[in-house]
């Protein structure tokens, strides 16, 4: 018997995405031709040199600027950003001191407009998988940088939204915490299961946690290479074909400090 052949129309697509940022002397040309492709419940890497343009591209997908050229489909629809879909969690932590960790953890809800008592309640039944039991009344200051991170990550799933940008989530952390996280994340991805986008600058990060990883190049920064890693999860950082994919990734890295130096 045939089956019925299905196409899959992507989650998310970019294409030729174009983007300058107006400086006081002139516009300082940061994405060009930029692409890529997210499919339901896959994790994408996202690596490339500092200041080539990653958080920029992930601004400009959340909306928060808008882009110059390109097309960006959500479900094959023509949209100009993903800000209705989409949890972003930026570059650097944005916990509120002034708020308790539950009350850090809610704010996407209540922006959405979810009553305080509602999202509180909600938020106090996924505390223990965060980890963060005991700790909902500590305010960032009283918490470990692991844990502010995780109340970070908890206030993005709670968007309950199914696209997650996350730009170097541990970044600032040592690296047992990063470990340990980047496990939860996982355990968090199981049982939640949304698209994640991830920035990072740690090459065995993006090769632990995603599918595919893309590299950009230095500034105007493109799209240089699409590394797929499709590895049965949990993987380790000693596997063979993960040191493979590192060797190559490290190479087109690599590249990109040449041209700097040349
Ligand atoms: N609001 C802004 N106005 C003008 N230029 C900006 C602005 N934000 C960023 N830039 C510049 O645009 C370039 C790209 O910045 P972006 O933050 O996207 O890089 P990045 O790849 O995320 O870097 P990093 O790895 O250090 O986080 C940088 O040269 C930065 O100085
Ligand atoms: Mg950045």
Known sequence: MLAAETVQVPLLEVEGLFKGLHKEDGTLEVLQDVFLEVGPGEIIGVVGPSGCGKSTLFNALAGLIPIDRGRIRLNGQEVPNIRGQ??????KDLLL?????LDNAILGMEIQGLKKSRARKE??????????EGFQDRYPHELSGGMRQRVALMRTILCRKKILLLDEPFGALDAITRLMLQRWLLRVWMRFRPSILLITHDV????????????MSLR?????????VE???????TEKPLIDRKAELLRLLEEEIVETET
């Open 204 to 215: 065995d990060e993006a090769l632990i946690l995603t599918d595919r990883i893309y590299v």
């Open 97 to 101: 001191p002034w708020r308790t960790a």
């Open 220 to 228: 105007p920064a493109t799209i240089k290479r699409v590394v797929p």
């Open 231 to 237: 590895l049965e999860r949990p993987r380790s950082a």
């Open 86 to 91: 989409v949890a972003y969690m930026q570059q």
């Open 123 to 132: 938020a106090m039944e996924i505390l223990k998988f965060f980890g963060l």
